[in-house]
């Protein structure tokens, strides 16, 4: 049986200070969830976040990590030094990250052996632009994206990645894939795995939505069988939106 998941992404908000309001809220009121939850922080909130979540059904994820080691690299930070706050996770391949800071599948695929090398565990995020969509590219889209970074992996270390299908034209955007579009590309995406790592490995591997995926629409995308949980961005800033949608997988 796979991992269900709900991952927040909190992207660049909220303070120091209102970001330990929020976990600590979430901490507190998220007891015996079905699925596996995260945060995704800000880095400057990382350890002091995961401190405060320890021993409690939140974990903690940076949403980026350097794509070298270590040395030189002047306001950079390290997947070593995301580990060693005890955040469990790096969400990897934004499309926030591919269009305003140029990551290319060279440079995430870095991030990624470097995240796993540290111990960190994957949430490798994948999805077409509307243009693409519009020509009905969106398989090729992710297929490329998955070779050009994560397809290299030896399966061991494909144990340790989720797979976030955020469909770029419904980030922060209201449009929310219908069920049946998102299902539809997940269950192409789990076949591209199998194809990859054979059929038990695709059947193990977490496979999440995301974009605009909210308290409202979550139950119907998660019923789908290839829909294993969301990430959210902006409903994961407010506690109780959040809650509902992890109550909802
Ligand atoms: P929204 O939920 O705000 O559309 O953001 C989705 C996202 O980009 C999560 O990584």
Redesign the pocket.
Known sequence: MRTRMVAG?WKMNKTLQEGVELANQLKNDVKNPNCEVVIGTPFIHLATVAELVKGSAVKVAAENCADKDKGAYTGEVSAAMVASTGAEYC?LG???RRAYYHEDYEILKNKVELALANGLKVIF?IGEVKEERLENKQNEVVKAQLEGSVFHLSAEQWAQITL?Y?PVW????GLTATPEQAQEIHAFIRGLVAEKYGKQVADDTTILY????NEKNAAELFACPDIDGG?????SLIAEKFEAIIAAR
């Open positions: 992404n969400i934004h499309s926030e995020c976030a955020e419904a980030i922060g955007t995301g974009g605009s995926c990430l959210i961005g902006g409903a």
